[in-house]
C-alpha cells in the first residue's frame, strides 16, 4: 500500500492527514457496498461521528457528482473510506473494487482520502440494531449510514490520539 500512497498523492494515511488538517475542518466517512454508499461527517471538532445519509449507487459519474456536492456543502476537508479487507488482512474483489472507486474519486473530489479498515462494521451495526429491536425494514434504510458513521469514529478516534501524541 504504501507504493500506492506514493503513486497517488490525493490517497494518504491517517498520520499524514493528521499533520495537514487544520483546526474546524470536517472529516466525511464512506461504507461503500454494491448498492448503496452509507456517508457520514465529523463535527468540526473531529470527535464526533453523525451518519448522514445513504446515496443508491448508479453509474460512477452521478455517485461522484452526489459526493462532490456534499464535499463543496459541508466544507469537507478529508475524506475516510471505508476498506472491506478479508478477516486474514487479505484483500480481496470487494477491496479492489473499493480502490477502483477511490481512484476514480481522485478524479472528482479533490480532497485526501484514506483508506481505514473496515472489518466487521456492518455487522457490528447490525447486531447493534438487532439488540435496539429495530424493523428489518428500518435496519436496511440505517446500516450503511450508521456503519460509515462507525468507520468514521474509528478513524476520529485514531486520529485523536495521533494528535495528541504530537
Known amino acids: 500500500m504504501e507504493t500506492e500512497l ?17 483546526p474546524g475542518e470536517r472529516l466525511m466517512g464512506l461504507d461503500l ?14 470527535m464526533i461521528a453523525t451518519a448522514y445519509r445513504t446515496i443508491r449507487r448508479g453509474k460512477f459519474r452521478h455517485d461522484g457528482e452526489t459526493l462532490g456536492t456534499i464535499v463543496a456543502a459541508e466544507n469537507i476537508a478529508a475524506i475516510i ?10 484483500e480481496g474483489p470487494r477491496a479492489q473494487a473499493t480502490r477502483a472507486f477511490t481512484r476514480n474519486l481522485t478524479g472528482v473530489v479533490e480532497r485526501p482520502i484514506v483508506l481505514w479498515d473496515e472489518r466487521l462494521s456492518t455487522r457490528a451495526v447490525t447486531r447493534m440494531l438487532l439488540a435496539a429491536d429495530t424493523s428489518r425494514a428500518r435496519r436496511k434504510n440505517l446500516v450503511d449510514k450508521l456503519a460509515a458513521a462507525y468507520i468514521l469514529q474509528g478513524a476520529l478516534d485514531r486520529l485523536g ?3 495528541r501524541e504530537k
Open 81 to 90: 473510506l471505508g476498506l472491506p479487507a478479508n478477516m486474514n488482512g487479505t
Open 6 to 22: 506514493s503513486q497517488n498523492p490525493t490517497l494518504m494515511s491517517l498520520e499524514k492527514l493528521s499533520f495537514v488538517l487544520k
Open 161 to 163: 490520539e495521533l494528535i
Open 33 to 46: 457496498g454494491a448498492k448503496t454508499i452509507g456517508v457520514a461527517l465529523s463535527d468540526t471538532t473531529r
